[in-house]
Structures are given as structure tokens and as C-alpha cells.
């Protein structure tokens, strides 16, 4: 069968080899009698399920033993209220500051001011000039040479990729080199774990909801330094304690167990590919593509300053907004899909996750050199 391609921001396309697997194990699971829906989360088809998926992600993303591997519920918001209650409390300052990239930042920010003392770091909220060049407003990363961390803070939260303005930023500093060795670096990496290695050493706590570049809505990764845990606010709820969760093996409550079993097939899928150093090289060379492609069109454009451009959302504008409906019509003739761009940026935009192929991103370039021949 021949899909079209999905440029969902997410949910997004997930692996079609994936998809297939679960199709076949749909009804009986491996012998089991029960489809991965029916089984008790206790049972020991699901202990299996859920323990091999926990040791493949710390395989591709090197997780060092002393970080403790949670699926959780909630989402990337969940998370923002969740991983305040759990980690303001590390410190009797109860702060915590915020680098505002974009809009996930910005509402990552905002939720926290429930539960603490919050500053903001550094923001990307105004026009800058960025390396000599002119940057509107959420297009570019705020140098972390500038970022004001109150050395008090328990930690300094950073969403790494930014999925709507398409901003990535991967140089995730040393809070001791800036005047904080006790604040905890937190990273919303929702829209691009796995896309590329990652020094997790460099962070305290990193989160991620599943439904981009990992499996299904629902599962929430949480990847956390075991010496931050034991510190969650009275209020956190029990399900969402880190320490409790993580003393439980992510089964304190009921996990979404579908959720973490296609998780743990894209997981598998990842390393049969070579792992997150062959998705990276090609992820550079799908991004690459497309961006070389609206650089060189005066018809098209992406405002992100170069250096921070997200290889995982890559928004583009039309020269001419009038013609947005007519290119996502026949875009979708077209069979590419879902490319609307975020509301509150417009245009259009091209999420391009591991699971979309080289060959999505040249059919999408294709159509789009088409679509400027025909009304340029
Ligand atoms: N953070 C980022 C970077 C996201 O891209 C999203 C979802 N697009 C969220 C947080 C919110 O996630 P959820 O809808 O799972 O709460």
C-alpha cells in the first residue's frame, strides 16, 4: 500500500514497518492469547514489554544508571506543572528560571508561576540583531553567554526544539559556567528526542510527550537524575511523584501500556536503522533538502536564523498568503499531508520527524518547485 506522507506536527507518522508489526500482533501478542490491550500491566508479558522498551531507549540515548527512566501520563503540559512539583522544591529558594524560545517556553513558564518563584533567564520575545542579521521576534535563540540564572534556582528549564517557530538548539550550556552548579537543567526535548544524540549528562531532567518522534499520545518520557528525586512538593500528586513512579518501574498506576509497547517497536525500528547517529546524519540530510530548496526561492521562506533551525519542523511562508488554500489543496492531491502551518505563525509547515523518509522530503521539495512554476 502506498501511504501518502504525513508532515504532522504531531501526532505524526509513525514507522510503517511499526505499524505493521502491531497490525500482525494485533489480536495475540507473541503466543500470549491477548492483544497488548487486554494484559494486566502487572502480568509478565507486559513486565517484559515495558522493560525491554525502558532498556532500548537507554541504549540509544546512552543513559547513564544513575537517571531513572519514567512513562508517564500528561503530555508536554502535564509536564509543565508536573516537573515544577517535583523539582522547585529542591532548593529553600523555590525558584526556577525560564528560557523563553517560542510558545512552548512561554506556556511552560507560565504554568509554573503556580508553584513557585519564577524568573525569566532570557527571552526571544523581541526583534534582535542576531550575528549581524535582523531577527523577527521567536526566530533565534538568546545566547546562553546572556542568560540571568539565579544561582538560588533549583533548576532552568529550556524547550530544546520548539516545534511551532521551528527553532532548535542543541548546545545545552553548563549551568556552572554560569554561575549556577546547583540549578538542574530541565529540557522539554518533545519534538526532537531521538532525532539526534544527546548529552544527558548536560541536564537534570528531560521530558518529552511520545506522540512526535516516539509512538502514540498518551505517553510521556521522563528522563530524570535520581539524585533530584525525593523532593516533590506535598501537593504533587502520588501518580505524578517522580520518586514514587520511578520506585514503582513506571507501574505505580496503570502505565499506557499500548502506548509504551509501540514506543518499544519504535524503539527497536531506531536501532535496526543504526540508531540515533544514523537518524542525526539522516535528519541533517532530509532538513538540508528542504531548506537549501526555500533559500534558494525568492517564492518561499523560513525566518529562523540559520544556526538554530530545527531539523524536526521546518516552517515556511508563501510569498503571497492568498495562496495557502490553493497550495495545501493540492498539496493534499498531491498526497502530502497535514502541512498548515501553526495558527499563530502561519503558512505553512513541514514536520519531518524520523519516521518521514528522504524520499517524503524530495517528493515535498518536488511540489513545491511545481507549485512555484505554476503560480510565480
Ligand atoms: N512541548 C512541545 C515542544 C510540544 O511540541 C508540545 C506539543 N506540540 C507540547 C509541549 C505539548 O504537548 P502535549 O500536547 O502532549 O501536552
Given amino acids: 500500500m502506498n501511504r501518502p506522507y504525513n508532515f504532522s506536527a504531531g501526532p505524526a507518522v509513525l514507522p510503517e514497518a511499526v505499524l505493521q508489526q502491531a497490525a500482525a500482533e494485533m489480536l495475540d501478542w507473541h503466543g500470549s492469547g491477548m492483544s497488548v490491550m487486554e494484559m494486566s500491566h502487572r502480568g509478565r508479558h507486559f513486565e517484559q514489554i515495558c522493560d525491554e522498551a525502558e532498556a532500548d531507549l537507554r541504549e540509544l540515548l546512552s543513559i547513564p544508571d544513575d537517571y531513572a527512566v519514567l512513562f508517564l501520563q500528561g503530555g508536554g503540559l502535564g509536564e509543565n506543572a508536573i516537573a515544577p512539583m517535583n523539582l522547585i522544591g529542591l532548593r529553600a ?6 528560557v523563553l524560545s517560542g510558545s512552548w517556553s512561554v506556556k511552560s513558564c507560565a504554568e509554573a508561576r503556580r508553584y ?4 525569566v533567564a532570557a527571552t526571544a520575545e523581541q526583534a534582535a540583531v542576531v550575528d549581524g542579521a535582523q531577527q523577527g521576534p521567536w526566530t533565534y535563540m538568546p545566547d546562553p553567554a546572556s542568560w540571568r ?3 538560588q534556582a533549583s533548576y532552568l528549564h529550556l524547550c530544546s526544539n520548539e516545534t511551532i517557530g521551528g527553532v532548535e538548539f542543541m548546545d545545552w550550556p553548563d549551568l556552572a559556567a554560569l554561575g549556577a552548579p546547583d540549578t538542574a537543567l530541565t529540557v522539554d526535548a518533545s ?3 531521538l532525532s539526534r544524540p544527546m548529552d544527558v549528562r548536560r541536564a537534570g531532567l528531560i521530558y518529552a510527550g511520545a506522540q512526535k518522534n516516539i509512538g502514540p499520545a498518551g505517553l510521556t518520557i521522563v528522563i530524570v537524575r535520581k539524585d533530584l ?4 512538593l506535598p501537593i504533587c500528586p502520588s501518580a505524578f511523584d517522580y520518586t514514587i513512579v520511578a520506585k514503582e518501574r ?6 499506557p501500556t499500548y502506548a509504551i509497547y509501540i514506543a518499544g517497536l519504535v524503539f527497536k525500528w531506531l536501532k535496526q536503522q543504526g540508531g540515533v547517529a544514523a537518524m542525526e546524519a539522516a535528519n541533517v540530510a532530509k532538513a538540508g533538502l528542504l531548506y537549501d530548496y526555500l533559500d534558494g526561492s525568492s517564492f518561499y521562506r523560513n525566518p529562523v536564523h540559520r544556526p538554530v533551525r530545527s531539523r524536526m519542523n521546518v516552517p515556511f511562508m508563501l510569498r503571497d498568503d492568498a495562496l495557502n488554500a490553493p497550495f ?6 498531491a498526497h502530502l499531508l497535514q502541512l498548515k502551518g501553526h495558527k499563530s505563525v502561519g503558512g505553512m509547515r513541514a514536520s519531518i520527524y524520523n519516521a518521514m523518509s528522504i524520499e517524503g522530503v524530495r517528493a515535498l521539495v518536488d511540489f513545491m518547485k511545481e507549485f512555484e512554476r505554476s503560480h510565480g
Fill in 328 to 333: 495545501l489543496q493540492a498539496a493534499e492531491a
Fill in 149 to 151: 540564572v539565579r544561582p
Fill in 229 to 232: 528525586l525525593g523532593h516533590a
Fill in 191 to 193: 519534538s526532537h528526542i
Fill in 116 to 119: 513557585g518563584d519564577v524568573a
Fill in 93 to 98: 529558594a523555590h525558584a526556577a528560571d525560564y
Fill in 250 to 255: 513506571s507501574r505505580f498506576n496503570t502505565p
